[in-house]
């Protein structure tokens, strides 16, 4: 068994085992269980890049058996440039919020702590499938355990949020079927995602195609307008839930951009990139001004994620490599700024069971160790130099630049509305006198709370402060899919 397959199933596998676990006299040993799972899966994935060759772009690590011969569908595991960081980001997040829910969910708490796992590995089988049909088996399989999580361990809507989660998700991936479905009839019975980018495919075809991807990713990423179901689970979501929902879920549909829009349908994305920029414009600068009007603190940064992931198609649909590899960045960088600031305020709603920004203030005075923190991640989250928040939004700016100055300045404005919400809500809920009584008798983080939270704040940090070695990783496959959108595909 490779590396990939390790990195998938060993998750899944402690997840299954935690299922068939019962009671609450268990607990302390789901949780330990939970924990030895994560940090297995982490460790695997944690390899990949010691062992990546950042001088191809060919694909690494392969694994490919037949899986259902009769339709040639394989069990075809592969990974690149694009997908290598990926695999560690959903390792890494997974133990986080092992450790974060370790006290805080006690209700069904194997089930808890098995749903999580288990969508860890799904999430790494995305991130590697190189057969059509197996990534969407695993693309979909991801909806089962979020949607449990959402409507068991959920807020008071649970079932509403849960049920808009999977139905708006769900009516896209219908469409991304159909298109596999057409591909697997154009390449004469192949699901090879590899053999379908070396596909002629006419101009109308492509445009099809191109519309069928944007329905299944766009939704998954959100794009505007469709973004609508994100503060809605976010809200109702457990802390837990919030942070895997935006580290890593909301970058399965980007990931789907770059491994099947651009490739296989280069000509229509060339064509319809006026309509991504504009979409991606809209996210960045309409929705950064939704989001300084949020009361609630779980909205705003959800509404926050929609206008950072803006900057992902942004940086997608100006087809230079700049803007690329800002893109993927900024996709790393958002999985570990949204995790923190969620966490955060899961910390917060611990103590005082609200997310209401009016009912905090001078939180600093009671918690100084965790405002310290929190204080990074609200810079992080405005994108200042030195933070991972930083990194990718300057190299899509720079990249629409390259294209359009007044592009690149336009997106630039994303940077104030980012200060601004972000500033703002760290003044409301940290500074200013105490706001009531329950504020001052919060206690400090305490010792898991603070492993999670500085993990969090040194990875922001690094990336921030040194991210070459992530953009060297990527660099070859970049470059090969710029080459390769370049070139026209009509037959």
């Known amino acids: 068994?490779?590396?990939?397959?390790?990195?998938?199933?060993?998750?899944?596998?402690?997840?299954?085992?935690?299922?068939?676990?019962?009671?609450?006299?268990?607990?302390?040993?789901?949780?330990?269980?939970?924990?030895?799972?994560?940090?297995?899966?982490?460790?695997?994935?944690?390899?990949?890049?010691?062992?990546?060759?950042?001088?191809?772009?060919?694909?690494?690590?392969?694994?490919?058996?037949?899986?259902?011969?009769?339709?040639?569908?394989?069990?075809?595991?592969?990974?690149?440039?694009?997908?290598?960081?990926?695999?560690?980001?959903?390792?890494?997040?997974?133990?986080?919020?092992?450790?974060?829910?370790?006290?805080?969910?006690?209700?069904?708490?194997?089930?808890?702590?098995?749903?999580?796992?288990?969508?860890?590995?799904?999430?790494?089988?995305?991130?590697?499938?190189?057969?059509?049909?197996?990534?969407?088996?695993?693309?979909?399989?991801?909806?089962?355990?979020?949607?449990?999580?959402?409507?068991?361990?959920?807020?008071?809507?649970?079932?509403y949020a849960a049920f808009k989660f999977f139905l708006y998700t769900l009516l896209g991936s219908l469409l991304l079927l159909l298109a596999l479905l057409y591909l697997y009839n154009l390449s004469n019975g192949s699901f090879d995602i590899l053999l379908w980018h070396?596909?002629?495919?006419?101009?109308?075809?492509?445009?099809?195609?191109?519309?069928?991807?944007?329905?299944?990713?766009?939704?998954?990423?959100?794009?505007?307008?469709?973004?609508?179901?994100?503060?809605?689970?976010?809200?109702?979501?457990?802390?837990?839930?919030?942070?895997?929902?935006?580290?890593?879920?909301?970058?399965?549909?980007?990931?789907?951009?770059?491994?099947?829009?651009?490739?296989?349908?280069?000509?229509?994305?060339?064509?319809?990139?006026?309509?991504?920029?504009?979409?991606?414009?809209?996210?960045?600068?309409y929705v950064g001004l939704v989001t300084l009007v949020q009361a609630d603190m779980k909205k705003l940064v959800a509404y926050s994620s929609v206008a950072h992931m803006g900057f992902v198609t942004l940086g997608f649909f100006l087809f230079n490599a700049l803007g690329i590899s800002g893109g993927i960045v900024q996709m790393i960088s958002h999985g570990l700024v949204s995790a923190a600031m969620f966490l955060a305020i899961g910390v917060l709603y611990e103590r005082m069971h609200t997310r209401e920004i009016a009912d905090y203030g001078g939180v600093v005075h009671a918690m100084p160790r965790f405002t310290a923190l929190a204080l990074l991640f609200f810079l992080a989250n405005c994108g200042l130099p030195g933070t991972a928040g930083f990194v990718g939004e300057w190299m899509v700016i720079l990249a629409a630049v390259e294209v359009d100055f007044w592009l690149g300045l336009l997106a630039a404005t994303a940077l104030f509305f980012g200060a601004a919400y972000s500033l703002w809500m760290f003044k409301r809920v940290y500074l200013g006198p105490m706001g009531n009584d329950h504020v001052a008798a919060m206690p400090d983080i305490h010792r898991r709370e603070w492993i999670v939270l500085c993990s969090l704040a040194v990875s922001i940090l690094v990336l921030g402060l040194y991210p070459k070695p992530f953009t060297d990783a990527m660099n070859a496959s970049v470059d090969k899919l710029v080459a390769h959108v370049a070139e026209s595909k009509l037959p």
Request: charged content about 10%.
């Open 1 to 159: 068994m490779g590396l990939l397959s390790l990195a998938i199933w060993i998750p899944i596998l402690f997840g299954v085992a935690l299922l068939g676990l019962g009671g609450a006299q268990r607990a302390g040993f789901a949780r330990w269980t939970a924990l030895v799972g994560a940090l297995a899966g982490f460790l695997v994935t944690a390899v990949l890049p010691m062992q990546f060759d950042s001088t191809t772009a060919s694909m690494q690590f392969v694994e490919h058996v037949a899986w259902i011969e009769r339709y040639d569908i394989h069990y075809f595991l592969g990974i690149d440039g694009i997908s290598l960081w990926f695999l560690p980001l959903t390792g890494f997040i997974t133990v986080l919020v092992v450790i974060a829910g370790w006290e805080a969910t006690t209700e069904r708490l194997h089930q808890y702590m098995g749903s999580f796992l288990i969508l860890s590995g799904l999430m790494v089988g995305v991130f590697s499938a190189l057969d059509g049909m197996l990534f969407y088996v695993f693309f979909e399989a991801t909806l089962i355990p979020m949607y449990l999580i959402i409507g068991v361990w959920g807020g008071q809507n649970r079932i």
């Open 198 to 285: 070396a596909l002629p495919i006419d101009g109308t075809a492509q445009t099809a195609l191109f519309f069928a991807f944007l329905a299944a990713f766009a939704v998954k990423v959100p794009m505007w307008p469709v973004h609508t179901w994100l503060p809605d689970v976010h809200v109702e979501a457990p802390t837990g839930g919030s942070a895997v929902l935006a580290a890593i879920m909301l970058k399965l549909g980007a990931y789907g951009f770059l491994r099947f829009s651009l490739p296989i349908a280069p000509d229509a994305s060339q064509e319809w990139a006026g309509l991504m920029v504009g979409l991606s414009l809209v996210a960045v600068v």
